[in-house]
């Protein structure tokens, strides 16, 4: 799995590493960045965390090490152009690939739809469509859920009350909680963190 980006986006990232772990128990190695590696000290769904640096000799290693592990899947979530996303996975030399190709390319083997495709999308949502392929089910669109579920909240969250109660909309806030778990990012506590 890849996530070079800020610490939002790994964030954003770590409900794709649960349904990795709760679908098909993948055992399941991260590329990340400088900003973002800390985040999956400890995580329970992660083996192992790799640190991207773009300088020459770190980048070498980093390469040399990745391609050890022959990788049957190589997951880049983004859906839309990195050129640094296509440098890595031509180089790590995975059996598969997953990622946004860019209009007349295919550096990755099955192709994302673009981020102007899922516009309507939350970010996260986006990056559990990566996961298609591999037979992971998805949850269904957060906004569908929304609109259909009259569930007023006050701007302070302390009071919930339903506008039109009834059997339908029920189920619809029940699905609309069902997504909203699926999303939810993971951040554990790490232990020198629990400790302080």
Known sequence: MVQIGRIGDMMLLTPVL????????????????RLNASLLEDHP???????????????????????????????????????????????????ASIGYNRPGT????????SNEANQH???????????????????????????NCPLVVDPFGTVARREAPNRTADEACAQRRHIL?????????????AAF
């Open 45 to 95: 769904y992660v083996r192992g965390v790799f640190t991207y640096d773009k300088r020459p000799t770190s980048a070498m290693k980093l390469i040399a090490a990745l391609r050890r592990e022959r990788y049957d899947w190589w997951i880049d979530p983004n859906d839309h152009f990195s050129r640094e996303g296509s440098l890595l996975v031509r180089m790590a030399s995975a059996r």
């Open 121 to 147: 999308l939350h970010v996260t949502e986006r990056n559990l469509r990566a996961l298609v392929p591999l037979g992971i089910p998805q949850p269904d669109v957060l906004l569908d859920a929304e609109k």
């Open 18 to 33: 649960r349904a990795l772990r709760r679908y098909n128990g993948a055992v399941v190695d991260v590329l990340a960045g």
């Open 106 to 113: 295919k550096v990755f083997d099955i192709g994302l739809a």
């Open 181 to 193: 778990d699926v999303l939810r990012p993971d951040l554990p506590v790490h232990a020198n963190a």
